[in-house]
């Protein structure tokens, strides 16, 4: 690990910072310069669009990089100086332009933030020796549901490849029913849990390799398992709520010209014969299409498969559609549910309370 990429590795650029406290912006790159104090030698620091920093010492004398600095088996007095020098023009630009965040993956950071914002629980970090390794309890019992921890690699046995084996990655452990641990194992970036009772708890790397609304939704299985008679309030129902933004797709449309039937990605262990409830975001903010799922587990070739990471598909079948005034939001949290921002499973009290809206 670099000297920048072990000194930043909790740490992001505030980018307006980074402008005021001088920086230029070159080829998609923010870069500063500054002599380093009382030495013939120049610190260069490099800023990525997406906060990734790199940076080197110039000998001036030469106008070539300083490289023993990076060398540690050298360890004489003047190679020292120069080193503490670059420290200190590290530390400077640290405290005017970077603030802290808890942990080093970009994704285990908006992971924290979708916990937070939908449990009301922040992190805990109850270990000396491992600073950034944090834990969420549920509210009810005070019972772990997530623990994002620092692992080397090879020690999740994943693919080669990936990742060298020693390199230190992050991952989050969570609770999962042993009857899906199987086929929760056999997907990418989902492993055997690292240091816990691997029959009830699975780890998932948190380099992106699955996209965050997949992650959340393990992590409200989870937490459903954790809390208090949580697996109960779920468990059994068949069905799941998704959501849709009526300004990026028409629906209505959709099934038109799929005479009925949709491909939608797939999140989850969603099955052929479970229920699907789209959930319409403003100006709806209601459930108003219930679906069948007619076909799971195809490649998904959709619009967002690099934005967003998406790599596989169903195929819903329409079976009614509902007024916006029938299902809204209100009714929905009335019901033990809430906004559908991600693909999750549907409340067994809210599903009874549709059903006996319905006559069924």
């Known amino acids: 690990m670099s000297i920048e990429t072990e000194y930043f590795k909790r740490r992001r650029p505030d980018f307006r910072r980074l402008e005021a406290f001088g920086f230029e912006k070159r080829d998609g790159l923010y870069y500063y310069a500054s002599p380093l104090a009382g030495e013939d030698f120049r610190g260069e620091l490099f800023v990525t669009v997406r ?3 790199s940076g080197r010492v110039i000998d001036l004398d030469t106008d070539e990089e300083y490289l023993p600095i990076r060398l540690a088996d050298q360890v004489g007095e003047f190679v020292g100086t120069v080193r503490e020098k670059y420290l200190d023009f590290l530390m400077g630009i640290d405290e005017a332009c970077f603030v802290p965040v808890h942990f080093i993956y970009d994704q285990a950071n908006r992971i ?12 805990e970090f109850p270990w000396e020796k491992y600073p950034g390794n944090g834990t969420f309890k549920c509210k009810s019992n005070g019972k772990w549901f997530a623990a994002i921890l620092t692992v080397e690699y090879g020690k999740l046995g994943g693919p080669a490849g990936v990742h060298e084996d020693d390199e230190v990655v992050e991952a989050v452990n969570l609770k ?6 199987d086929a929760l194992t056999s997907r990418d970036g989902i492993y055997p849990a690292y240091h816990m009772n691997k029959k009830h708890w699975i780890s998932v790397i948190l380099d992106d390799t699955l996209p965050d609304s997949e992650v959340m939704e393990l992590i409200r299985k989870s937490h459903c ?17 998704i959501p849709s933004n009526p300004k990026v797709y028409n629906v209505d449309a959709g099934f038109r010209g799929g005479r009925g ?32 799922v007619v076909e799971s587990d ?7 498969q690099k934005e967003k990471g998406y790599r596989r598909a169903m195929r819903i079948r329409l079976i009614e559609k509902y007024p916006p005034d029938r299902f809204p939001l209100s009714f929905i949290k009335e019901h033990g549910g809430s906004v559908v921002r991600s693909a999750r499973s549907m409340p067994a009290e809210l599903y009874e309370a549709m059903r006996k809206k319905n006559g069924l």
């Open 112 to 123: 924290e933030a979708e916990i937070i914002s939908e449990y009301g629980v922040t992190p």
């Open 176 to 181: 999962a029913d042993p009857e899906e641990m």
């Open 298 to 304: 195809i490649p998904y070739k959709g619009m967002f």
């Open 225 to 241: 398992l954790a809390g208090e008679g949580g697996a109960k309030k779920v468990a059994g129902t068949g069905a799941w709520m």
């Open 261 to 292: 039937v949709i491909e939608w990605h797939q999140h989850n262990n969603i099955k052929p014969g479970d229920e699907v409830y789209i959930y319409c975001s403003a100006p709806f903010s209601a459930l108003i299409y219930r679906c069948e």
């Open 51 to 53: 906060g990734e920093v």
